[in-house]
């Protein structure tokens, strides 16, 4: 099964979009609450019943989850996800984890998921550093029980990608010290800024971004696509 594991909610939109505009999946789960519990709770029903497991597996082959924060994805979510789920599967469980980047190296990023998750004392578990960007968690009472956790992290934030994309392609016809303030604002307020000045809603900007094409040329972006086709064995449209 595969999971993304995603900051919040301009995330979800964001990797929704993505998957639509280059992996034609339109539908699927995204269990989403601004309320920690229940999105979380919400996402592991889905995980540990079996009939819906095997429908979400079969009909859409992802689940969408936006948590709230990034510390949260990593002190809670990841750690409460192994802890309710090894053992209780016998597949293996994908879990492709989009952060922002907050100005912290991806080997650090790493090396607290790895913390969090040893610092639970997860029972029958062995937890594996695979990659440079990817955790391995076995059961061992039996392999066949696992869970992977790929982490990739978007340069600074993603809000901020889209701002100074947004800037960059959309005529918003202000003076120069209005486009640097937009810069140097908080980026959730200045994408809320921007797309108040286009008349349409922050979650159509963050879609436009992804439709017009704003990222293609971005390592960040290309990387996550090639993460998506790999990890996820996901065939990109032509």
């Known amino acids: 099964m595969n999971v993304f594991v995603l900051e919040g909610f301009n995330d979800l939109i964001f990797i929704k979009t993505l998957l639509e505009y280059h992996f034609n999946k339109s539908r699927f789960p995204t269990p989403h609450d601004i309320k920690f519990k229940k999105g979380i709770n919400r996402l592991i029903k889905m995980l540990r019943d079996p009939r819906e497991y095997n429908y979400i597996k079969t009909s859409f082959g992802v689940i969408v989850y936006g948590d709230n924060g990034k510390q949260n994805v990593i002190s809670k979510v990841l750690p409460r996800l192994i802890l309710d789920l090894l053992g209780k599967i016998p597949d293996e469980l994908r879990f492709l984890t989009i952060l922002d980047e907050d100005d912290v190296p991806l080997s650090q990023t790493l090396r607290k998921i790895h913390k969090e998750l040893v610092d639970r004392c997860i029972p029958d578990a062995e937890i594996q550093d695979r990659t440079s960007n990817e955790i391995l968690i076995v059961s061992l009472a039996n392999d066949r029980y696992k869970i992977q956790i790929r982490v990739n992290l978007i340069p600074k934030s993603l809000e901020k990608q889209i701002v100074i994309q947004s800037l960059r392609f959309i005529n918003l016809n202000l003076p120069n010290k209005e486009y640097k303030k937009l810069l140097e604002d908080d980026p959730h307020d200045a994408l809320e800024n921007i797309a108040n000045m286009k008349s349409i809603t922050k979650d159509e900007l963050i879609k436009k971004s992804v439709k ?22 996901f065939k990109r449209k032509k």
């Open 212 to 233: 017009d094409k704003w990222f293609e040329d971005n390592s960040w972006y290309i990387s996550i696509l090639r993460e998506i086709e790999d990890f996820f064995c």
